[in-house]
């Protein structure tokens, strides 16, 4: 098993980039601890430690939306990663939208890009 | 001002991914405070937050190798940002490889990809 330094922060969890593996776009940012990063090299699927619900969590276990790992890639300190993933349902935001990175500064502004590829409330329910 | 949500994390720092604006590649990731977007906006160079140092941080005030911000994105929490960069001098980490990500998971083991592009001893100095 690789030895990633959880240790460095004070939560024991370290960020995972993840990248669509065709395009190169970041889809989003998490967090792993030992036991999501032991999980996602076992099973092929991204895992992440959720800091809302404190629990692991197994990307898209709501929505269906799971990540297929395709490619790990470990930074020069061992604290973080980046999954290369093929997004399963395209979208990896819970917002709908394919990135969570869905907004761009322009002159001190923040502009929505694209639009949602489904609508939150059909895919988690209502709340 | 875009107002980022520093106050999710208990130290006031959010990460930053760093992405080759012309090859989607992530260079590195850093952390950034409330000073270091500040500048950031202002400058059009990238600055983060030395966790090490406790201090602001110019990326490439020692080595040169600073990185002009080309674009700019936020995720969906405000709570994690993307630079898009030029990186002057080729290589962003301080190992002189070009990306902080040069080692790839292949069969439960670190495979190191390419070749340092400067060596650090010379850029930093030896100590």
Redesign the interface.
Known sequence: ??ELNFGKS?DGLI?A?V?DHS????L??AYINKLAWEKT?ETGKAHYWSRSRNKLWLKGESSGNVQMIH???????DD?V?YKVEQIGDAA???G?RS??????IE???QVEGTPLFDPSEVYGKK
């Open positions: 098993m690789i004070s960020p980039i990248q395009t190169g776009d970041v989003m940012l090299l490619d790990i890639l470990v930074d020069c300190d973080t980046v935001c819970h917002t939208h969570c990175f869905y907004r761009r500064v001190g502004n923040l």
